[in-house]
T-cell receptor, first 109, second 114 residues
Framework: EDQVTQSPEALRLQEGESSSLNCSYTVSGLRGLFWYRQDPGKGPEFLFTLYSAGEEKEKERLKATLTKKESFLHITAPKPEDSATYLCAVGGATNKLIFGTGTLLAVQP | ETGVTQSPTHLIKTRGQQVTLRCSSQSGHNTVSWYQQALGQGPQFIFQYYREEENGRGNFPPRFSGLQFPNYSSELNVNALELDDSALYLC?????????????FGPGTRLTVL
């Protein structure tokens, strides 16, 4: 059964303190791993899609990487506006996205 | 370019009632998916429609049903509401049916079942 586990559940950082979020997955026939950002009371906002192990993508202070078992979302020198819940999802042979429960990130000034 | 919109924003129903939620896809998108997100959880896939046909379904009972119209807008219908149906219902649209295509979410409808 396809499964996604995200850690930590919550993370508190000081502004400028870099860190990484983890997404471990089990999927039959990976067709894509997705990262989303979700602000309170809003729908998820698309960040990245990764398709194969070794792939990396960057956007501003965020960098996503992928191995055969997990993905990391690296946040470099975060700012308070980076505070949000970060969701990871995988799509496999079942043709549906399976989401993790998310990491709640709080960046304090 | 108009993004994905959903209506209503909030809704309160009682157990046993029926509800219809609506979604307008982003311009040019022909695929829509619906998700249920309980508090503190990630979204759970309900089903997907591509060009008015259902082409994927998650582990939800038949009382969850949907429609996609020729203009690619969509409805989610839930019959015989249960307390556990209380959640944020999200609609997402994209321009292809492939799983790897980027999809865009609406703001959601918050459903409360009393």
């Amino acid at each position: 059964e396809d499964q996604v586990t995200q850690s930590p559940e919550a993370l508190r950082l000081q502004e400028g303190e870099s860190s990484s979020l983890n997404c471990s997955y089990t999927v039959s026939g990976l067709r894509g791993l997705f990262w989303y950002r979700q602000d309170p009371g809003k729908g998820p906002e698309f960040l990245f899609t990764l398709y194969s192990a070794g792939e990396e993508k960057e956007k501003e202070r965020l960098k996503a990487t992928l191995t055969k078992k997990e993905s990391f979302l690296h946040i470099t020198a975060p700012k308070p506006e980076d505070s949000a819940t970060y969701l990871c999802a995988v799509g496999g042979a079942t043709n549906k996205l399976i989401f993790g429960t998310g990491t709640l990130l709080a960046v304090q000034p | 370019e108009t993004g994905v919109t959903q209506s209503p924003t909030h809704l309160i129903k009682t157990r046993g009632q029926q509800v219809t939620l609506r979604c307008s896809s982003q311009s040019g998108h022909n695929t829509v998916s619906w998700y249920q997100q309980a508090l503190g959880q990630g979204p759970q896939f309900i089903f997907q429609y591509y060009r008015e046909e259902e082409n994927g379904r998650g582990n939800f009972p038949p009382r969850f049903s949907g429609l996609q119209f020729p203009n690619y807008s969509s409805e989610l219908n839930v019959n015989a509401l249960e307390l556990d149906d209380s959640a944020l219902y999200l609609c997402a649209s994209k321009s292809g049916s492939s799983l790897g295509d980027e999809q865009f979410f609406g703001p959601g409808t918050r459903l409360t079942v009393l």
